[in-house]
């Protein structure tokens, strides 16, 4: 059993719409991350967050630590929003990272 | 900005062979990982080391080992590579555990046929 579940998988999106990924950790975590790897393999950082939410541009990250879930939230999407978006956990007892498998966006002009 | 750079984007290798990825950060970060990347499986750790000449082993060490005799410099080594160590492989770090942001670096896709 995977420790961080993301839901959907794969998500097929029409420029402009809104866009939401669902991340669900069973772990007790310190912090949970999102990811974004475009083709090629590069990884960037987007969110680092430990309660709360974020916003940054058109991107929004909301956790609630008591449901241990998180989404992150694209509006108005874009063609180059188009990446694999993967969320991290990091453990609360030790040194450990837990990984989803990550969601697969395309955004269609 | 943080700067990972890792030695290869892309390689091929023989079964057999001896493979060195190696990955180098300039913000002078305690910690370092590798990780191996395929599809359906997401990341998964491999080693991490928090400090010079220290290691230790995330969740699939086998069939590799590492190195960290300087700060800025953590290698991957795969002793004699096979065939089902072809993979995507990243590396990371960060300034301390709990918590902490994580740099990647651009990944090293390493095919072993």
């Known amino acids: 059993k995977n420790e961080v579940e993301q839901s959907p998988q794969n998500l097929t999106a029409q420029e402009g719409e809104f866009i939401t990924i669902n991340c669900s950790y069973s772990v007790g975590i310190s912090a949970l991350h999102w990811l974004q790897q475009h083709p090629g393999g590069g990884i960037v950082s987007l969110f680092m967050l430990s309660s709360g939410k974020k916003k940054h541009g058109r991107l929004i990250a909301t956790i609630n630590i008591q449901e241990k879930h998180s989404s992150l939230h694209i509006t108005a999407s874009h063609p180059r929003d188009s990446a694999v978006y993967i969320c991290a956990v990091r453990s609360r007892t030790g040194n450990q990272f837990y990984f989803g498998t990550g969601t697969s966006l395309t955004v269609i002009p | 900005d943080v700067k990972v750079t890792q030695s290869s984007r892309y390689l091929v290798k023989r079964t057999g062979e001896k493979v060195f990825l190696e990955c180098v950060q300039d913000m002078d970060h305690e910690n370092m990982f590798w990780y191996r990347q395929d599809p359906g499986l997401g990341l998964r750790l491999i080693y991490f080391s928090y400090d010079v000449k220290m290691k230790e082993k995330g969740d699939i060490p086998e069939g590799y080992s590492v190195s960290r005799e300087k700060k800025e410099r953590f290698s991957l080594i795969l002793e004699s590579a096979s065939t089902n160590q072809t993979s995507m492989y990243l590396c990371?770090?960060?300034?301390?555990?709990?918590?902490?942001?994580?740099?990647f670096g651009p990944g090293t896709r390493l095919t072993v046929t």
């Open positions: 990371a770090s960060s300034w301390l555990a709990g918590g902490v942001e994580q740099y």
